[in-house]
């Protein structure tokens, strides 16, 4: 599945569409409630919020209005740190939609944008409405058509790739799987720093903090689907997935790799048994 970009390089405001900025976080969250629909995890004003950094983040929200009415918004904020004008919540958050009663106006609204505003990971559906960039590939599986069974979903495989998937299932240790252990999250942290080292996108403090943020809040809501493999008392793997109506969505995980060969195939393993149920991934 695309998604799109958007990059503003100029600031072009047409006239005959009333502007306002609005940039208090009050409003904003306001402004979201009222316009957004809510049918997608990022949809969600809490989800989003948990990324939100006061030290470098301003709220930008761009709401348009004709003949007295608001016709709709384009949520921003302004990082201070790169001079730039992103999506509230940043780039971490995926299938970012534009809140407009009309989608036919979108052009307009884009319009309004400050200079150097850069919008990635656009819903694909958007592109409608827009000539946007193309952005990167993300990874979709519908289960439907597989009546939600593992075993359907398998046998999918050519019988090649099946029989090295048990090969290799039966290479992995002894194994015990935790659910919503909310302390492994650490683990994640750790796994990832030591399997991807300056790259991991945890050694980024605030980016960490909002993902443990979103961890808790999906915790709370009784919507999270952390999964921890413990092999010989340690654990050596986690994913958190987050279900959020017929969408199961994997928003974090890690191995140890280096150490424990193929453990990658578990983790997917574990991951498509827990989804034995209506959900998409």
């Not at 994997?250 to 195939?265: D, L, W, Y």
Request: with cysteine; net charge positive.
């Amino acid at each position: 599945m695309f998604r799109y970009a958007f990059y503003n390089y100029n600031y072009n405001l047409l006239y005959h569409m009333e502007l306002k900025i609005y940039k208090s976080l009050n409003q904003c969250c306001k402004l979201w409630n009222e316009f957004s629909p809510n049918k997608k995890l990022f949809d969600v004003w809490g989800f989003r919020q948990c990324f939100y950094d006061r030290d470098d983040n301003q709220p930008y929200f761009i709401a348009g209005r004709e003949n007295g009415k608001t016709l709709g918004i384009i949520p921003l904020w302004y990082v201070k740190s790169t001079n730039q004008y992103v999506y509230f919540g940043g780039w971490f958050p995926e299938r970012n939609s534009f809140f407009l009663k009309e989608k036919t106006k979108l052009p307009q609204f884009l319009e309004q944008c400050p200079e150097n505003t850069f919008i990635e990971a656009i819903d694909q559906t958007e592109g409608k409405y827009y000539n946007f960039l193309e952005d990167e590939y993300t990874y979709y599986l519908d289960l439907s058509k597989y009546d939600n069974d593992f075993e359907k979903y398998f046998s999918s495989f050519d019988k090649k790739k099946q029989k090295n998937f048990k090969g290799e299932l039966k290479k992995i240790p002894k194994y015990k799987v935790f659910h919503n252990r909310l302390r492994d999250f650490n683990r994640l942290v750790e796994l990832s720093i030591k399997h991807f080292g300056d790259n991991s996108i945890y050694n980024d403090k605030a980016l960490r903090n909002g993902i443990l943020k979103m961890v808790k809040l999906a915790y709370e809501k009784d919507i999270l689907q952390m999964i921890s493999l413990e092999i010989n008392g340690k654990v050596e793997a986690v994913d958190v997935g987050i279900t959020y109506g017929n969408w199961y969505h994997v928003v974090a995980g890690a191995s140890n790799n280096q150490e424990i060969k193929k453990i990658q195939v578990c983790r997917f393993s574990c991951i498509i048994r827990l989804l034995e149920n209506p959900l998409e991934v």
